[in-house]
Nanobody
Framework: QVHLVESGGGLAQPGGSLRLSCAASGSIRSYDHMGWYRQAPGKQRELVARITNIGLIEYGDSVQGRFTISRDTSKDMVYLEMNNLKPEDTAVYYC??????????WGQGTQVTVSS
């Protein structure tokens, strides 16, 4: 079992920034990848960004160039730096881990609201 705890969500103005953090149980080096997904009301959950155990990074098209994923393997943490936020970034953001090629684990989610 993998436990994930997100923090850092909240309210931001358009053009503003927020930083999300995800603390994982166990060594994140052992996970296939770790990352962030989001789900807005009435929409499907979508990939925001993820990083593999060897450091390869993938971003969703809508956040490319604005969001940055990073990790600290010494602390088993993953971060999401979100810049130039837009109202359409409003969603619940979930931390995710894939392990052993098939086991998905999710955090409880943190709300991000972008509004003036």
């Amino acid at each position: 079992q993998v436990h994930l705890v997100e923090s850092g969500g909240g309210l931001a103005q358009p053009g503003g920034s927020l930083r999300l953090s995800c603390a994982a149980s166990g060594s994140i080096r052992s996970y296939d990848h770790m990352g962030w997904y989001r789900q807005a009301p009435g929409k499907q959950r979508e990939l925001v960004a993820r990083i593999t155990n060897i450091g390869l990074i993938e971003y969703g098209d809508s956040v490319q160039g604005r969001f940055t994923i990073s990790r600290d393997t010494s602390k088993d943490m993953v971060y999401l730096e979100m810049n130039n936020l837009k109202p359409e970034d409003t969603a619940v953001y979930y931390c995710n881990v894939l392990r052993s090629g098939r086991l998905n684990y999710w955090g409880q989610g943190t709300q991000v609201t972008v509004s003036s």
